[in-house]
């Protein structure tokens, strides 16, 4: 079975320092990852996904990603926060059932970013 | 714009009392889910629609149905409430590819306060 772990539930960076957010995966196939990000009282946002094409994945808000099938990792980063970055981020896997895509999430880290 | 619509996006209801849910969208997008996410969780797949096929989670409680009318709608019927059932609710949609694994778009959410 499919599992995503993030390290670290919260995570503190100060406005303009970089953001780094730990996703770690397994999976039997090759996965597709993918980082949401949700801020309060809202659904969740796609910021950036893989699908087995380029290694380094750049999304939106500046936010990129880097799959590294050696150590199964696909963290997230940002070279300076925004304080508008503060929110909650998930990782997830597909689980390769068929094309439905049933996503498995981390547990998620709440980003806060200090002025 | 195209996009996945909840409504309401606050409900809330007595202590047994049925409610539903509904989710529209304009993504024309054949799959939708529905997740159930408690606080500081990550969301939870309760089940979802492949075009007409309905597909249940292994753990999701009878107390959980779900209707999916046409293309754009679905609905999340919860038939007596309690107070665990305290959550928000996403919905969320997707468009599979051939061989390929589509992308899910979230609406902003149903939270659901059970009194």
């Known amino acids: 079975a499919q599992s995503v772990t993030q390290l670290g539930s919260h995570v503190s960076v100060s406005e303009g320092a970089l953001v780094l957010l730990r996703c770690n995966y397994s999976s039997s196939v090759p996965p597709y990852l993918f980082w949401y990000v949700q801020y309060p009282n809202q659904g969740l946002q796609l910021l950036l996904k893989y699908t087995s094409a380029a290694t380094l994945v750049k999304g939106i808000n500046g936010f990129e990603a880097e799959f590294k099938k050696s150590e199964t990792s696909f963290h997230l980063t940002k070279p300076s926060a925004h304080m508008s970055d503060a929110a909650e981020y998930f990782c997830a896997v597909t689980d390769g059932s068929g094309n439905t895509g049933k996503l498995i999430f981390g547990q998620g880290t709440t980003l806060q970013v200090k002025p | 714009d195209a996009m996945v619509i909840q409504n309401p996006r606050y409900q809330v209801t007595q202590f047994g009392k049925p409610v539903t849910l509904s989710c529209s969208q304009t993504l024309n997008h054949n799959v939708m889910y529905w997740y159930q996410q408690k606080s500081s969780q990550a969301p939870k797949l309760l089940f979802h629609?492949?075009?007409?096929?309905?597909?249940n989670e292994a753990d999701t409680p009878d107390n959980f149905q779900s209707r999916r009318p046409n293309t754009s709608f679905c609905f999340l019927d919860i038939r007596s409430p309690g107070l665990g059932d305290a959550a928000m609710y996403l919905c969320?949609?997707?468009?599979?590819?051939?061989?390929?694994?589509?992308?899910?778009?979230f609406g902003p959410g149903t939270r659901l306060l059970v009194l």
């Open positions: 969320a949609t997707s468009r599979p590819g051939q061989g390929a694994v589509g992308t899910q778009y």
């Open positions: 629609y492949y075009d007409k096929d309905f597909n």
